[in-house]
């Protein structure tokens, strides 16, 4: 491995989980805690074929990366027609977008106020 391509790697892992509260669907206890690592290329990749070019591709994030705390996948292929079609479109699109931007420079990185 290139030394270039070790520090890409070592970011990436640096990245770390991300730890993301959704109250919505929390019970008694208190919001549902999901955990996702960050997005690859190959990720999202696979993301946008199955999604073809519909907003399925926000489901499919879901799918593929929301996780418990013991890094056990939360939803499966299998439940992509009832996140289509029996969830608050807002709520998947705010924990997708979550899960999309884990790893991208907010605006203090980028020298903004």
């Given amino acids: 491995m290139s030394e270039i391509m070790a520090r890409v790697s070592a970011h990436f892992a640096a990245l770390g989980k991300r730890r993301i509260e959704v109250p ?33 591709f926000l489901v ?18 299998g439940d992509v027609h009832d996140l289509m079609t029996a969830a608050d479109a807002k709520v998947v699109e705010r924990v997708a977008n979550e899960i999309m931007s884990h790893g991208a420079p907010n605006a203090d990185e980028l020298g903004k106020s």
């Fill in 60 to 77: 499919r994030v879901l799918v593929l990366k929301a996780e418990d705390a013991d890094g056990k996948p939360v939803f499966d292929v």
């Fill in 24 to 56: 919505e669907w929390g019970g008694p206890d208190g919001p549902l805690v999901l955990f996702s690592n960050p997005l690859t290329v190959a990720d999202r990749s696979k993301v946008y074929r199955h999604a073809q070019g519909s907003l399925e």
